[in-house]
């Protein structure tokens, strides 16, 4: 299968960075190179970084921005590394940097990835495929507890208790080796009245077990900080989530680099010596436009922050 994805709020990552033709600019989860292409179209003299940890997507990315030469650089990898990765190319300040961390269509759709509850196949759900910790190591090994706190804390899921219980019931009886078999043990663990109307029964649990596995949000927190102080003056920093705590983490290291003092509110000035990095440019997500929900379904739940550095 040829990797597709369609770029989510492409026009206002666009426009949100400011491009000047001869910036550099990262993009941090390049996935099919969509927002990439983009920006180098409005690139004469700058530079584009992609970074992606998938195989494939470095493959189709590659192809896809091979019109414009050297003026693309694409790194096999986490954006949590980031830092180091532009210090080897010499770089010390970038003036943008775009991170849309949504699974790609090509990772949903492609049975044999094991990201999708609607398609049956080996539990996988690898974003590197170099990794050798899978999915279905976390549903056969990890015990009844850490089970149920990876799927309260990342699926936030109100019956994650029941659901770690029949996972380590079913996989007494055998190995829970695919997509499938999975699903339909959730089915059984969460109330019938309940999946009438909140939607399928493993859409939250295949979250949880998805962020664990490749460790998302830690990379998250991780990369903040960093990726604010590679931006040169002026330079905005860009970044799409997908569910509430994605966007959590982004707003609150936003709040926090815009106003780090930590000063009591009752001190008349600061003395913390802790100073503004810059200014949040959204105080409201900025949501997908009805004519693009029309278009991709998949995106209603995205939501874009911007930020900028002084």
């Known amino acids: 299968m040829n990797f597709e994805h ?19 600019y990262v993009d941090g989860t390049l996935g099919g190179g969509g927002h990439a292409y983009e920006i180098c179209r409005r690139l ?5 970084i992609g970074i992606d940890r998938d195989g494939a997507a470095i493959e189709a990315a590659g192809r896809r921005l091979s019109p414009f030469g050297s003026m693309v650089t694409v790194i096999r990898g986490n954006y949590a590394e980031m830092k180091p990765a532009l210090s080897r190319l010499g770089i010390e300040k970038v003036n943008g940097i775009l991170l849309d961390l949504g ?5 949903l759709d492609t049975a044999e990835r094991g990201f999708s509850y609607k398609l049956d196949a080996p539990l996988d759900m690898r974003m590197d495929q170099r990794q050798t910790l899978t999915a279905k190591d976390i549903v056969n090994t990890y015990s009844e507890a850490e089970l149920f706190h990876i799927i309260r804390d990342y699926g936030e899921d109100r019956f994650a208790k029941n659901i770690a219980k029949h996972i380590v019931a079913a996989r007494q009886q055998k190995s829970i080796e695919t997509t499938g078999e999975l699903t339909e043990i ?5 109330p019938m009245k ?11 649990t ?17 990369a903040l900080e960093d990726m604010i102080t590679l931006l040169a003056p002026g330079g905005r920093l860009c970044i799409i989530t997908f569910h509430s705590l994605e ?16 000063c009591p509110r009752e001190f008349p000035v600061c003395v913390c010596g802790k100073k503004s990095q810059g200014t949040v440019i959204t105080r409201k997500p900025v949501l997908p436009g009805e004519k693009e ?18």
């Open 194 to 204: 309940v999946q009438a109307t909140a939607g399928h029964p493993a859409k939250r």
């Open 206 to 222: 295949f979250q949880a077990i998805r962020i664990a596995l490749n460790g998302e949000l830690e990379s998250l927190e991780k």
């Open 186 to 190: 959730l089915r059984r663990a969460i």
């Open 103 to 107: 699974v790609s269509s090509y990772q």
């Open 293 to 310: 929900l029309a278009q991709n379904r998949r995106a209603k739940s995205a939501k874009l922050r911007v930020f900028e550095h002084v």
């Open 44 to 48: 004469k003299e700058g530079k584009l």
């Open 6 to 24: 369609r770029s989510v709020l492409l026009d206002e990552c666009v426009d949100m960075l400011r491009i000047v033709p001869d910036g550099i």
């Open 247 to 262: 966007d959590r983490i982004v707003k609150n290291a936003f709040r926090t680099a815009e106003n780090p003092c930590t």
